[in-house]
């Protein structure tokens, strides 16, 4: 039987999100802006990414710049593999691409087969919308919904996003549409 209600949830070491839909898969994932890599962002981009965003990322001369696209490649991707239910080692960020596009879309992509791969990712869909806003300018949240209204004649509905600061048990407030969220694309 399929459950009309779908969730998902994410953290960071002081936020935790949660996404609820119903009637489509969804996945949330949220990072914090300055998080620290023990790496090189272009050498974890070529361990992850495809070829494609390695080389959009190494077209970003400031590092800082670098460092927030990273991430919020990384929180999009999340959100995706999330969406389909197959998580990080079941969906790896190096068999799809993800472009934010200058009409403020995201837009996915599979990457080609690899040779020697046995992994199809026949799982992978292109039919997905996504919403990535910044939290209190501290966090990059991404949202990534099943799009089942693709082709169909009245279009894509928009992506009902809706943003509250709960403290448990002392405070529960509507911040969408405050400062406290910019929704980038």
Not at 60 to 81: G, H, M, N
Not at 88 to 93: E, H, T
Not at 146 to 165: A, H, I
């Amino acid at each position: 039987m399929e459950w009309p209600l779908h969730f998902n949830i994410s953290h960071t070491s002081s936020l935790i999100a949660c996404g609820i839909a119903m009637d489509a898969p969804i996945g949330i994932d949220v990072e914090e802006k300055k998080r620290k890599t023990t790496k090189s962002i272009l050498s974890l981009a070529r361990r992850y990414f495809t070829p494609s965003e390695v080389d959009s990322l190494a077209k970003i001369a400031d590092s800082d710049a670098q460092q927030k696209e990273f991430i919020k490649l990384w929180t999009l991707k999340e959100a995706y593999v999330k969406a389909l239910g197959r998580g990080f080692s079941g969906a790896p960020f190096n068999r799809f691409s993800i472009q934010l596009k200058t009409n403020s879309r995201i837009q996915i992509t599979k990457a080609p087969k690899v040779c020697n791969d046995s992994d199809s990712g026949d799982y992978l869909s292109e039919n997905w919308r996504f919403a990535l806003t910044e939290l209190n300018s501290s966090y990059y949240m991404a949202v990534c919904i099943e799009d089942n209204s693709r082709g169909s004649e009245n279009g894509s509905v928009p992506l009902g996003l809706k943003v509250w600061k709960t403290v448990p048990f002392i405070e529960d407030t509507l911040v969408s549409g405050t400062d406290a969220v910019k929704l980038i694309t």
